[in-house]
């Protein structure tokens, strides 16, 4: 078992930054591949970035490359998320997963754990 809890969340500017961090425990840590998510009301998951296990490889959706980094530390059961330059559309709950598999999936249902969510509002 997994327990992940983000943290980092707020209200932001359009064009400020915000990072935001993933904290594990129960099982190895860097076992698992890790992603963020984030949704807004009314509608669908949607994929961010993610991160394979040993932190080699990462992937990110379109609309955040250049923008967002995701990063982890393994001595410290943590993954993050720095997003800088943020646009109102950026504004969601933002959740942090875990997957076995070695890189970490762009679809919710490969993840086998993920948090409770931090909600992130960038105003105009």
């Known amino acids: 078992q997994v327990q992940l809890v983000e943290s980092g969340g707020g209200l932001v500017q359009a064009g400020g930054s915000l990072r935001l961090s993933c904290a594990a425990s129960?099982?190895?840590?860097?076992?698992?591949?890790m992603g963020w998510f984030r949704q807004t009301p009314g509608k669908e998951r949607d994929f961010v970035a993610a991160i394979s296990w040993s932190g080699g490889r990462t992937d990110y959706v379109d609309s955040v490359k250049g923008r967002f980094t995701i990063s982890r530390d393994n001595a410290k059961n943590t993954v993050y998320l720095q997003m800088n330059n943020l646009k109102p559309e950026d504004t969601a709950v933002y959740y942090c997963?875990?997957?076995?598999?070695?890189?970490?999936?762009?679809?919710?249902?490969?993840?086998?754990?993920w948090g409770q969510g931090t909600q992130v509002t960038v105003s105009s």
């Open positions: 129960g099982r190895t840590f860097s076992s698992y591949a």
């Open positions: 997963l875990a997957d076995l598999g070695q890189y970490g999936s762009r679809s919710w249902d490969e993840y086998d754990y």
